[in-house]
């Protein structure tokens, strides 16, 4: 993932049905969707999807971020170097006290994206930077008091050692939650939230459904990684925070819940999870 990567193809799905509550998008890049912040926002809150948490990558779109939730009270800011940008060595002291400057930053909720990529970057040198980064940034999230917020791809086992190893700060949410059931089980005996994206409307994804069924209520989020992953029947184009509904409604079927039951704890979720007011 690189900033202005985003691009996808065909025209922006429609407006799905708005939500009757109100929930957050818990993890978006506006940045690499190239697109008109106010415009997007409005969209979205229009559907009910009043918060948006804009994420960072690298140093540069860290700073974006930041900039961009401390101009509009609808979006707040998480700040990290990606794994794959770590593998790439990326997470270099000065990034990483960048990083950390940034996340002390009264609109900054969150530090991520980190954690471990071993789909994207190969190779032990590259598996060993990563993790070093992983390290240093929940070290960061637990001396700013942020929460942290993971990728999480093709590493399961080894994102758990690592976090467990060095001891998890009080608030941590799994971004894009790819586990099995075993692990929502493990994800929730810990306390940490899992955030599901489009990926849970795909057919083939049975066994991401499953872990769905099995996570607590009171630890589910739900985002949209646009301009990624974007949800059923709309796969493979442009993706958004106004389409979280999609979403949601699917988790709500997944798993036998009321609409406006879900809506309501994934909001409550949002606000313990980021500490929002």
């Given at each position: 993932?690189s900033?202005g990567s985003?691009a996808r ?5 429609p ?9 957050l998008?818990?993890h978006?890049?506006?940045?690499i969707?190239?697109v ?9 809150k ?6 948006v948490v804009q ?10 971020s930041a900039e961009?939730?401390a ?16 593998g790439r060595?990326a997470?270099?002291?000065e ?8 996340a002390?930053l009264?609109?900054v ?10 789909y ?9 930077q ?12 637990k001396?700013t008091?942020?929460?942290l ?15 467990l ?13 790819s586990?099995?059931a075993a692990?929502?089980?493990t ?5 940490f939230?899992m955030s ?6 795909f057919k083939?994804?049975d ?9 607590p ?8 990684d646009?301009?990624f992953?974007?949800?059923?029947p ?6 958004a925070?106004?389409?979280?509904p999609l ?7 997944t798993?036998c ?9 994934i909001?409550?979720?949002g606000?313990?999870a980021?500490?929002?007011?």
């Open positions: 993932m900033r985003g193809e065909g025209q922006p799905p407006p799905p049905e708005p939500l009757a509550v109100e929930v998008d818990s978006a890049h506006l940045d969707m190239g008109d912040v106010e415009q997007t926002l409005a969209a979205a229009a559907v009910g999807i009043g918060t994420v960072g990558i690298d140093v540069p779109s860290s700073r974006w961009l939730a101009r509009y009270d609808q979006v707040h800011a998480a700040v990290a170097l990606h794994p794959n940008e770590a060595g997470a270099t002291d990034a990483l006290r960048e990083i950390e400057s940034l002390a009264p609109q909720v969150a530090v991520g994206e980190t954690g471990l990529d071993h994207r970057t190969e190779g032990e040198d590259g598996h060993r990563q993790e070093a980064s992983f390290r240093a940034h929940i070290a960061i999230a001396r008091g942020t929460a917020v993971i990728h999480d791809r093709d590493a399961h086992d080894d994102v758990l050692r690592v976090l190893d060095e001891g998890a700060p009080d608030r941590v949410v799994f971004h894009c939650f586990g099995d692990m929502a089980r994800c929730a005996e810990h306390g939230f599901f994206a489009g990926p849970v409307t083939p994804n066994g991401l459904r499953e872990a769905a069924q099995v996570a209520v009171e630890l589910l989020l739900v985002e949209t646009a301009p992953l974007t949800p059923m709309y796969r493979g184009r442009p993706n925070p106004y389409l979280v979403t949601v409604r699917s988790l709500a079927e798993k819940l009321d609409l406006d039951e879900l809506c309501g704890a909001a409550a979720n606000r313990r980021f500490r929002l007011r």
